[in-house]
């Protein structure tokens, strides 16, 4: 099939259709850490082509392929990530300039206005980001005042990136299978007194199952936060993911006190429809159900 190719930063698609949209700090918070110049050189020299228009695949099979220095094309399914983190400033070509991902803005913006209505301060959380890839939401969560994040990821490559791309933004970044965590690990982790979750963009297809998610809730201290995004799908009565039924009966039992939940865009499909999920920032009175 013939592709479309994307030059530049925007594939200049209307998004006039967007469900939510936010500015996440307030005026005269923090300013965001500088990103090295390399890494915005290398995504602006990208170049990459999505499926032709007209062309449907489901979230967990959507692709593009990218010019090799050679002039060779090269595929990436999206859920390829250890290869797309082999590439510096792929992941932003992909994900945001051209298909307009929003997520780890949004939420921030959310867990801000959560925060200054509970009259806490950003710099008081030691983040947990579970799913942490190349650093995009711990750099969020810098520029409104969070000075402490632990990155999790099931990769070495997607801590790789984070090293490379934002070097500083966390105080420490475990490359860990949550689902079967060494009793080291679960020490180290321990150690860091965590008092907030992040998991953004990163739950369901196969890439953090319930157990992963589970085990890093339980070592937030009680009455943190958990910001948590998910596909709408996940959350209905006939997922068969896990999810629904744990963070379901998790929010209708109280153990996930919800004090902001919104549905918006997350990103655009490849056929530039919309893919909506449930954002949602919690407190934690209690175990998980399940």
Known sequence: MAPTTV???????????EVLHRTPSPAGGPAAPSRPADLEAARASLRLALP???????????????????????????????????VPGLYEKIFYDVLGCDSPRFMVGLLSEALAAAGEAASA????????????????????GVDYAVGVDI???????????????????????LTKLPAAEREALAGHRLNALTVVAALGFGDI?????????????????VVLTIKDAFLEATDTSGFGGMIGE?????????????????????????????????????????
């Open 7 to 17: 030059n530049g930063t925007s594939n200049g698609t209307d998004r006039s259709h």
């Open 52 to 86: 032709e228009p007209g062309s449907k695949f489901s979230q967990d099979d959507e692709f593009c392929v990218v010019a090799e220095p050679d002039g060779t094309w090269r595929e990436y399914r999206f859920h390829d990530y250890d290869r797309i983190f082999g």
């Open 125 to 144: 959380l030691r983040v947990l980001d579970l799913g942490a890839g190349n650093g995009i939401m711990a750099e969020e969560l810098a520029a409104v």
């Open 155 to 177: 990769l070495t490559e997607a801590r790789d990136a984070a090293l490379r791309d934002r070097p500083g933004l966390y105080a420490d970044y475990r490359v860990a299978d």
């Open 209 to 225: 199952p319930p157990a992963a998610f589970r085990t890093a809730y339980d070592h937030v201290d009680q009455d943190g936060w």
């Open 250 to 290: 998790s929010i209708r039992s109280g153990a996930l006190e919800v004090v902001r939940r919104e549905r918006f865009q997350h990103r655009l499909a490849t056929d530039s429809s919309p893919l909506l999920y449930e954002g949602i920032v919690a407190r934690k009175r209690g175990p998980l159900a399940g």
